[in-house]
């Protein structure tokens, strides 16, 4: 079965960086578009980005539209989120998600 | 951008009796290639979204048939026809017709009385 495994978020100063990872299972990663949607604490989902099947195209939300960067690994199965200039607004637990499947998300927290 | 608003956004039921989630949308969600991609996830406390319903109507494997979508343009509903305490959770609508961005609804907490 699908399974989506996100790791790499932790606590970090404003203005910082962390590289956000998803490992993926389950089906064939190289034919599918792959997205990262946040939540806030206590608040609704957001859209972050989406990445084609071939890496070759990307768009994002545009709360990080020049700061977060996505990319994908397609010989390890693996989703990236590099989330640069990290603001105090940014602290969100950060699922990818594929066919419908969601992981279990990685959370970040930005605090000085 | 489409804006996607959920009502009610707190819903309290009882266990056994039906419920009912209206999402509407700013703009149609009518795709060119003659889908409409709209979607219902379920955020049980403390789990990730599950995806439900797809394209409106399509129900997820392993998704109790108790649960159903239907609409259409801009308008859309999600029901539970007999709610059960696993259902307790909030719900969200999703579309997928005019990206990017996908929008979400703000959820809709489904409770028990």
């Known amino acids: 079965q699908v399974h989506l495994v996100e790791s790499g978020g932790g606590v970090v100063q404003p203005g910082r960086s962390l590289r956000l990872s998803c490992a993926a299972s389950g089906f064939t990663f190289s034919s599918y578009d792959i997205n990262w949607v946040r939540q806030a604490p206590g608040k609704g989902l957001e859209w972050v980005a989406v990445?084609?099947?071939?890496?070759?195209?990307?768009d994002y939300g545009d709360s990080v539209k020049g700061r977060f960067i996505i990319s994908r690994d397609n010989s390890k199965n693996t989703l990236y989120l590099q989330v640069n200039s990290l603001r105090v607004e940014d602290t969100a637990v950060y699922y990818c998600t594929a066919l419908g499947y969601w992981g279990q998300g990685t959370l970040v927290t930005v605090s000085s | 951008d489409v804006v996607m608003t959920q009502s009610p956004l707190s819903l309290p039921v009882t266990l056994g009796q039906p419920a009912s989630i209206s999402c509407r949308s700013s703009?149609?969600?009518?795709?060119?290639?003659?889908?409409?991609?709209l979607d219902w996830f379920q955020q049980r406390p403390g789990q990730s979204p599950r995806r439900l319903i797809y394209?409106?109507?399509n129900r997820d494997s392993g998704v109790p048939d108790r649960f159903s979508g239907s609409g259409s343009g801009t308008d859309f509903t999600l029901k539970i026809s007999r709610v059960e305490a696993e259902d307790v959770g909030v719900y969200y609508c999703?579309?997928?017709?005019?990206?990017?961005?996908?929008?979400f609804g703000q959820g809709t907490k489904v409770e028990i009385k």
């Open positions: 394209m409106v109507s």
């Open positions: 990445i084609s099947y071939d890496g070759s195209k990307k």
């Open positions: 703009q149609s969600l009518a795709h060119s290639d003659g889908n409409t991609y």
């Open positions: 999703m579309q997928g017709t005019h990206w990017p961005p996908w929008t």
